[in-house]
């Protein structure tokens, strides 16, 4: 059974810094990897799709990178902003027949002005 | 294009009620996915119909829990006897026919059992 670990649960950090979330998951058995935010009350909101064959993807000043074989992705996020701060969710597709996606309990994240 | 539409945004209502939660997937997404996001457990498959496939249901926590799928489109799910523990965030996702397509989301419908 997949299982994906997200830790710290919460994050503190000042404006300007950068920084990195990780996330573990069990089960190298995967499709993809993917990161999504999450402000309260709200819905998902996609930031990054790495496929299993890729080692990382960037937009903007955010980078994942995935490690398959070690059950390791990372999302840094370069220059935090306080508009930055939200929940941060790991999901992993497995490559099962129902290929559904196994999230994280998330990282909330708080960029101090 | 659209995207993935849910509704209602959200329900309120009684325990022992029974309620439908509707979900419409991106056009010509064959694979539609539900998911509920609670306090305690966090984000959690529940079902998921692709074509005209029978539906994975391994996830639904009981059988007062069940979903349909028209016509490879709209989505259903309905809880019978709500309780209280039914309180959460439902979402659905559609995607594409390849299992490593991404998951498109809608904005969930917030459920609260009073």
């Known amino acids: 059974k997949q299982e994906v670990t997200q830790i710290p649960a919460a994050l503190s950090v000042p404006e300007g810094e950068n920084l990195v979330l990780n996330c573990s998951f069990t089960?190298?058995?995967?499709?993809?990897l993917q990161w999504f935010r999450q402000d309260p009350g709200k819905g998902l909101t996609s930031l990054l799709l790495i496929q299993s064959s890729q080692r990382e993807q960037t937009s903007g000043r955010l980078n994942a990178s995935l490690d398959k074989s070690s059950g390791r992705s990372t999302l840094y996020i370069a220059a935090s902003q306080p508009g930055d701060s939200a929940t941060y969710l790991c999901a992993v597709q497995s490559s099962g027949a129902n290929s559904k996606l196994t999230f994280g309990k998330g990282i909330t994240l708080s960029v101090r002005p | 294009g659209a995207g993935v539409s849910q509704s209602p945004s959200n329900k309120v209502t009684e325990k022992g009620k029974d309620v439908e939660l509707r979900c419409d997937p991106i056009?010509?997404?064959?694979?539609l996915y539900w998911y509920r996001q609670s306090l305690g457990q966090g984000l959690e498959f529940l079902i998921y119909?692709?074509?005209?496939?029978?539906?994975?249901k391994s996830g639904l926590p009981s059988d007062r829990f069940s979903a349909e799928r028209t016509g490879g489109s709209v989505s259903t799910l309905t809880i019978q006897r709500t309780q209280q523990e039914d309180s959460a965030v439902y979402l659905c996702?559609?995607?594409?026919?390849?299992?490593?397509?991404?998951?498109?989301f809608g904005p969930g419908t917030r459920l609260t059992v009073t």
């Open positions: 056009s010509g997404h064959t694979a």
């Open positions: 119909f692709q074509g005209n496939s029978a539906p994975d």
């Open positions: 089960d190298s058995a995967i499709y993809n």
């Open positions: 996702a559609s995607s594409g026919a390849k299992l490593n397509y991404e998951q498109y």
